[in-house]
């Protein structure tokens, strides 16, 4: 599941009439470096949620077969249902998973997708987030995690440090479809970070350490780094 139906304000000065997730990078729609990621990590199928401009990432990905994936889509249309309510669209329509990952359509994310399946399976919690122990360096921390368990997760802290918020959510996670049915309200707005702070009170949320930065192209100091990163010989 890739959350592509944001407004992306932050971007539009770069973007134009463009959705984030059809930003050039390297000349190239940042899509195109996603869904070869996902493809080279053996994914066969993948849902897009979409909203804004959502029409311009249908025209592009279509049935997703330049890539060797199957795409289909749950489209928000014009009244944005936040990230959680996008999943919930997609469940009433049939196309989620019994257990999925789900990552956003601005995010290039340079991980191994097996250990994190295997850390979930492990975890036997209904959900999991992957996590980097970013100490306040890329963006403001809001994870409390220890021995594959995010003990708390708060998207908003006036003080991270002073409570041990050291990692930060690395924007991919693995849910039970039962999550989705049972917190997420029909047509209502919902936001996944509440989903996953009550899940992590509740003792509820596995996590699994990922070592390398994540890349993003949410801002324009994100889409320079990662523009470097993949002009390098990590390419």
Known sequence: ???????GTRMQTITGPLPKALVPVGG?????????WLAGQHVTSVTMCIGHLGQAVRSYVGDGGDWGLSVTYADE??????????????????T?????IVLYGDSYLPVDLAPVISAFERSGCPALMTVFR??????????????????????????????????????????R??????????????????????LSVEGLLGGHEVKERFFEVGSPSGLRDLEIHLSGPRQ
């Open 177 to 198: 479809r039962d999550v989705v049915a049972e917190r997420v309200p029909r047509d209502r707005t919902a936001d996944l970070a509440e989903i996953f702070h009550q």
């Open 77 to 94: 249309g014009p009244h944005l249902r936040g990230t959680a309510g996008a999943l919930r669209l997609a469940l009433d329509q049939g």
């Open 1 to 7: 599941m890739i959350l592509a139906g944001g407004l």
């Open 96 to 100: 989620l998973p019994p257990t999925f």
């Open 28 to 36: 190239r729609p940042f899509l195109h470096h996603q869904l070869s």
């Open 134 to 175: 970013n100490e306040g360096r890329w963006e403001n921390s809001n994870v409390r995690y220890r021995d594959e368990r995010v003990l708390l997760y708060q998207k908003s802290h006036p003080d991270p440090a002073g409570s041990g918020l050291d990692f930060v959510d690395y924007g991919l996670s693995v849910l």
